[in-house]
């Protein structure tokens, strides 16, 4: 570890243990782990790095390139298909920048997680803290097979709805309804699901193994429906609550490390310049999660 020897750092821990009064590891013969308590220093101690890096950039001006690690939180599906040429994009742009990226589909906390960025879902972040950018909305569509058709009758109304099964996502994550638009006025309508998983590309393939109707981003099955895989339902209702949003979120401060102002600037320019246009981001909402 950085040219120290163990018995060097075992003491520098153990005098950081004694002058914080209290244990930063749990240590076993087979295991050696942070605390809750080492992890919540490693954090603030990163925090004040991030800081005093801000500091440095603020005195030198624009002559100060961005560097160090920059730690991104991303939704697993949400964005990966776009996610790849950003990264890269954005690396060639500040070579300087390593970038740490966990990709989740569970909520986060920026700050105590350690994060200086997320891409996520708004059911996500878990709490109001954060500064959020929209970068994309996502349309939802109703579809099924032709298989499941053939065993129950076709939805015509949004109400023949509740007579049939819904793949989808848990109710901890979406309303346990799907709104549409009639006469100018919102009908909610219940979606009763029998089978509910937070991943929406195993909710299609669920929806493809001829089992009930999904709710689904469009770009995720707009291929299945030109194939005749799947089967658009209700194209004459417009669903009213059909966008889901991928936003960038961060920890507003007054001076934000010049790492992460990169970043926020060049995710920007990334889709005002067509991010939806390039080869690599054709497929932008293939993968969604949650409205």
């Known amino acids: 570890m950085m040219g120290l020897s163990a018995s060097v750092v075992s003491r520098a821990i153990a005098s950081l243990e004694e002058r914080l009064r ?8 087979r295991q050696f782990s942070l605390t809750e308590a080492a992890e919540r220093f490693y954090i603030g101690c990163c925090r004040i790095l991030d800081d005093l890096d801000c500091l440095e950039a603020s005195a030198a001006g624009d002559g100060r390139l961005p560097t160090g690690v920059l730690r991104l939180v991303a939704h697993t599906t949400a964005a990966l298909t776009w996610l790849a040429p950003l990264i890269a994009s954005f690396k060639r742009e500040h ?97 009763n699901y029998e089978i509910a ?14 089992f009930g109707v999904g709710l689904l981003p469009v770009a995720l099955v707009e291929q299945d429906i030109k194939a005749g895989r799947l089967v658009r339902l209700l194209e004459d209702f417009e669903i009213a609550d059909t966008a889901a949003e991928v936003r960038l979120a961060y920890i507003g401060r007054a001076l934000l490390p010049a790492k992460v102002r990169a970043f926020i600037d060049h995710t920007a320019e990334f889709f005002e310049q067509g991010m939806e246009a390039s080869a690599a981001a054709r497929q932008v909402a293939t993968h969604y999660c949650r409205i």
């Open 95 to 191: 070579p300087n920048v390593t970038l740490d990226i966990t990709l989740t589909e569970r909520p986060v906390d920026l700050t105590a997680d350690g994060y200086d960025l997320g891409i996520v879902l708004p059911f996500m972040l878990a709490t109001d803290l954060a500064v959020t950018r929209l970068l994309q909305r996502l349309p939802l569509v109703v579809v099924t097979t032709e298989a499941y058709l053939g065993r129950r009758p076709r939805p015509r109304h949004p109400d023949d709805l509740a007579d049939h099964v819904f793949v989808t996502v848990p109710p901890s994550m979406h309303k346990p309804f799907v709104t549409f638009r009639m006469d100018h006025e919102n009908v909610a309508v219940p979606i």
């Open 197 to 210: 998983s937070n991943n929406p590309i195993f909710n299609r393939d669920i929806v493809l193994e001829g």
């Open 22 to 29: 209290t244990r930063l590891f749990h240590r076993s013969t």
